[in-house]
């Protein structure tokens, strides 16, 4: 079955304590994604990996690092979390293919205390 | 950059009527999906509709590319419809999804 795979999907944790919120697809995805959603703002790109190797920032990139080692995983890393990123996250692939739909994990939920 | 915008912010139905929602943008796409977002959080792929007609069931969507703007139908809501209703847009940028603000649909039984 087609999907994308995020962990956890519910994580608790206090200031600082680094975290990493992993991502895999099996899909052979070229491009992958990070989006936060937050209340009154919407959902909102953080960073994105067109391949292996290939990573850029998106629209709200500070607090957070990722990665792109292998072309099936994306994870996403927190290196000293804060309240302000407390948020529902959500890892997307798609192929730049013609007629490809984007495909969503289905969310982390991340409160920083 | 491409603006997104989906009316009505809100709606509440009665269980069994039909609905329209719409997402209006501002540049040309090469990509356009429907989301419904379950209570759980969850962003369930209903279309991928960048031109065009498709029917799943009881939804449908249609989009008018030369125009900007599609369309999602709910015939026949029910209950488990109710959440919210996001339209997404692509273009040309690695996989960018440009989302609106969603339709928050409650069906009441």
């Known amino acids: 079955e087609a999907q994308v795979t995020q962990n956890p999907r519910y994580l608790i944790t206090v200031t600082g304590k680094k975290l990493t919120v992993t991502c895999s697809q099996n899909?052979?995805?070229?491009?992958m994604s990070w989006y936060r959603q937050d209340p009154g703002l919407g959902l909102r790109q953080i960073y994105y990996?067109?391949?292996?190797?290939?990573?850029d920032k998106g629209d709200v990139p500070e607090g957070y690092k990722v990665s792109r080692k292998e072309k099936r995983n994306f994870p996403l890393i927190l290196e000293s979390p804060s309240p302000n990123q407390t948020s529902l996250y959500f890892c997307?692939?798609?192929?730049?293919?013609?007629?490809?739909?984007?495909?969503f994990g289905d969310g982390t939920r991340l409160s920083i205390l | 950059g491409i603006q997104v915008e989906q009316s009505p912010p809100d709606l509440i139905l009665q269980e069994g009527a039909n609905s329209t929602l719409r997402c209006n943008f501002s540049?040309?796409?090469?990509?356009l999906q429907w989301f419904h977002q379950n209570p759980w959080g969850q962003l369930i792929n209903l279309f991928y509709?960048?031109?065009g007609t498709k029917q799943n069931g009881r939804l449908s969507a249609t989009t008018v590319a030369t125009e900007r703007y599609s369309l999602l139908y709910i015939s026949s809501s029910q209950t488990t419809d109710s959440g919210v209703y996001f339209c997404?847009?692509?273009?040309?940028?690695?996989?960018?999804?440009?989302f609106g603000q969603g339709t928050e649909l409650s069906v009441k039984p």
């Open positions: 997307a692939s798609s192929s730049p293919s013609l007629n490809q739909p984007q495909h």
């Open positions: 899909m052979n995805h070229e491009y």
């Open positions: 990996s067109m391949n292996v190797e290939v990573t």
């Open positions: 997404a847009v692509e273009r040309n940028q690695g996989g960018k999804l440009i």
């Open positions: 509709i960048p031109s």
């Open positions: 540049d040309s796409v090469n990509n």
